[in-house]
């Protein structure tokens, strides 16, 4: 009986450990991600216009707050779920983009669904909650 317990102790620890690591890796991406939209450099609104937007500083602002806000409601546990829910939305906008532009799949198409099975990963690992919601069964 000692030993499963200890299995599964052992278990849940890496599992937390590695959840937390995930998500430090997603929170730390947002961050930088919306904080060079908000200053905005030059390769910021030059990449917008490529990829169809305006390269009004403003816009490129108001995606950096968006982002910001995505990584706080991530970072925080209570409110991770939630942030989850809203990094998705903003990866599938990302994604819709590059698919119109004609982006290269798997370096710029895909990369949205990578931060996001990253940031979910992360939750599923760290919370049983999740886990219970998003049952595998092997």
Known sequence: MSAIVDSHVRLARWQTVTGTIMSGLIVAFLVFDGAIKLVPIAPVTETMTALGYSGDPMLARGLG???????????????????????????????????????????????????????????????EAVRKMIPFKL
Request: aromatic share 12%; with cysteine; charged share 5%.
């Open 65 to 127: 707050v968006v982002t910001l806000l995505c990584a706080l409601l991530y970072a925080i546990p209570r409110t991770s779920v939630l942030g989850a829910i809203l990094l998705t939305g903003l990866l599938g906008g990302a994604i819709a983009t590059h698919l119109r532009v004609g982006s290269p799949i798997f370096s710029h198409l895909l990369f949205g669904v990578y931060l996001g099975l990253v940031a979910w990963g992360g939750l599923y690992l760290r919370y």
